[in-house]
Every structure is written in structure tokens, then in C-alpha cells.
């Protein structure tokens, strides 16, 4: 398998317009990856096509959105489009570019799967006396179709009540990572007690959380290894439809949670005359991860440094990246040539 990058330097509108022409390049990419340059931020060059200059945000988020809407046929049909962005502000007021830009790309055909929240721990604090300081960033996750490729599994959180003092780590022999011997007879008899209870007083009274958790085959008295509570404790009361209550067993996944819609990730500081706007490894390393597998075809239509390629050199994944300036290309090239692909 080919694990080199592949970049392709020049405008990326114009790289876009071309590489929709090729049938080998129409619904390749399984992940179309980027963060923008953001309107009216910084000067990555002397380019007059740089993204970013024009002279109106309604011009520039107009742009975009048609960039990003014909990147729609370059991607699998199972494929998705991710787009790190953020704010900008005007006369005090912030311009709403992030939102401007999904409800043009949902017109366009793609779906909005998700609107995450990058928030950067290590933010620069503003120097205004009155605005607050940017902490966070869009993560706009987009599907071709509504049948996504995903592997949840793979970003999973394990523990993590734990680390933020909710629940105290168990001795390992008191956490149970499967459930042992459930009893399909009472697993009935639960259901059964539960669809004829109701709130008015009756003989039959509802199961006791331990009786559940037993009847699923889980020791009541040991604990999940992802959000390591109590197994008696995930028999919980749901109030559904006319205020009746129902228990249900509602054990975690035991690979671990599904991760929360705001994603904790410092930003990366450059390095002398690295490029000034540097993707967190880490967050396209999630993005990756989630939404590929091995083998798959990358794009970043700004790729910048070169994270993005980073990343799929690391987890072997096939790569392209379009930017607009040669020095960038050729520090990507040098920054990718130095990784190794994990085992």
C-alpha cells in the first residue's frame, strides 16, 4: 500500500474544479479534512488568491461554501467532510461565519452530523476591555449521505468519571468487563413485572436494580470499566411517556464512552519559522481515527504544515494535501518524511 503524501501546489479552487473532472479522483476520498485560513486573520503569503482577503465576509464565506460543495463529489459516498473554523468579528459584533457556512453546505446537499467544540485549554487571552477571549473553535462534521462511515470504537473514553473525581477507581478484581451467564427467563420476568406496573399501588412491585442487573448477567455489586459505577446503579428510572417509570438496564459500553461534543485540546505553539496556524495533532488524529480505516484516501484542501498528512502517515492512511505555497508543500514534504507509522 502506498503510505507516501501527495501534494499538489496551487489555488485549491481551481486544484478542486480539476480533480472533479478525473474519474479515478470522483468518490475517492473517504475524508475531506481541513481548517480554512479564517477571514481577515493573517497573511500566510504574498498570493492575491489566498483565502482569507476578500473583501467582504459575505464574499469569502460565499467562497467556501462553493469550494467545500464541489469537494462533495470527490468523497465517497460513505464519506464526510470535517472543517475546523472559527470566528470573526467586526464593529464588536461577531460575523457568524461558522453557522453562515453549515446552512450553506446543508443547502448544498451535505448533512450536519455534529458541530463539536474545540475548546483550547492554553488560549490566548484578548487584549480588549470588552470582549471576551476566543476559547473555542467549530469542528463541523458533515456527511455525504446519511449512511456514514464511522469507528466510535476506536475514540472511545474510558474512566473518565474517574479522572474527574465522580467515582474513585475499584481494585481490578471488582470490575466486571462482560456480562456472565444472563438468564433469558429472567430477563423476561423483569420485562414482564415492568410493562404491567403502574403508579398506582399494586401487589407487583417493580424489580430492584440488583434483580436486573443479575437477570443481564451482571454482578450488582462490581463495577463498568468505562464510567466505573456500580452495576446496580446502571438499573436506573427513565419517566417515559404518561409519567409511568420503567427501569432499564443501561449498561456502558464497555470499550468505553462515546465521546462528549466539546473536545478538550491545547493548541500547538510553532517553531521558528514553522507555519503560523498549526492543526493540533491531536484533534485531527480523532478526526482520522473516526472517521477511516486503514487504507483510506485522505484530503486536506489547505493542508498547511502538513498535520493532516502527518496524521495519516501515522495511521496509514493514503494522502493529499493542496496548498497554495511552494515552502509550505516543501515543509510538509520534510515534516511527513520524519514519521514513522505506529505498528
Not at 467556501?64 to 470566528?87: F, P
Not at 485549554?121 to 476591555?129: D, E, K, P, Q, V
Not at 487504507?295 to 496524521?311: A, L
Not at 493529499?320 to 515534516?335: A, E, F, M, T, W
Request: glycine content about 6%; some cysteine; charged content about 30%.
Amino acid at each position: 500500500m502506498e503510505r507516501d503524501p501527495y501534494f499538489i501546489e496551487g489555488d485549491a479552487d481551481t486544484i478542486i474544479d480539476q480533480l472533479s473532472l478525473l474519474p479515478d479522483q470522483r468518490k475517492k476520498y473517504r475524508l475531506i479534512v481541513t481548517s480554512p485560513p479564517y477571514y481577515k486573520h493573517r497573511k500566510y503569503g504574498d498570493d492575491v488568491r489566498e483565502l482569507g482577503r476578500e473583501s467582504s465576509d459575505s464574499a469569502f464565506v460565499k467562497r467556501l461554501i462553493t469550494l467545500l460543495a464541489k469537494c462533495r463529489s470527490l468523497l465517497r459516498d460513505d464519506g464526510s467532510l470535517w472543517v475546523v473554523i472559527g470566528d470573526s468579528r467586526r464593529n464588536y459584533g461577531k460575523l457568524l461565519i461558522p453557522h453562515r457556512l453549515t446552512a450553506g453546505l446543508v443547502k448544498e446537499g451535505y448533512i450536519l452530523r455534529e458541530d463539536i467544540i474545540w475548546y483550547k485549554r492554553n488560549y490566548i487571552a484578548s487584549g480588549s476591555h470588552v470582549n471576551f477571549s476566543q476559547a473555542y473553535e467549530y469542528v463541523l462534521f458533515f456527511s455525504k449521505r446519511a449512511n456514514c462511515f464511522t469507528n466510535m470504537d476506536l475514540i472511545r473514553t474510558k474512566g473518565n468519571e474517574a479522572r474527574e473525581g465522580r467515582n474513585k477507581v475499584p481494585p481490578l478484581n471488582m470490575i466486571q468487563f462482560g456480562p456472565v451467564l444472563p438468564d433469558k427467563k429472567k430477563i423476561a420476568h423483569v420485562m414482564e413485572k415492568i410493562t404491567k406496573w403502574t403508579s398506582a399501588p399494586a401487589k407487583e412491585t417493580l424489580p430492584s436494580t440488583s434483580e436486573i442487573a443479575r437477570a443481564y448477567g451482571y454482578d450488582p455489586e462490581k463495577y463498568c470499566p468505562t464510567c466505573y459505577r456500580k452495576f446496580k446503579r446502571h438499573a436506573t428510572r427513565n419517566r417515559i411517556g404518561d409519567h409511568k417509570h420503567y427501569p432499564i438496564f443501561a449498561v456502558c459500553n464497555l470499550r468505553g464512552k462515546n465521546p462528549g461534543n466539546v473536545w478538550d485540546i491545547a493548541t500547538k505553539a510553532h517553531h521558528g519559522n514553522e507555519h503560523f496556524a498549526i492543526f493540533p495533532e491531536e484533534l485531527v488524529e480523532r478526526i482520522v481515527k473516526f472517521a477511516t480505516q486503514q487504507g483510506d484516501w485522505v484530503m486536506d484542501p489547505f493542508s498547511g504544515r502538513g498535520t493532516t498528512g502527518i496524521i495519516c502517515r501515522k495511521l496509514k492512511r493514503r494522502f493529499v494535501g493542496i496548498d497554495l505555497y511552494p515552502y509550505n508543500i516543501s515543509l510538509s514534504r520534510r515534516n511527513i518524511k520524519n514519521v514513522s507509522a505506529y505498528d
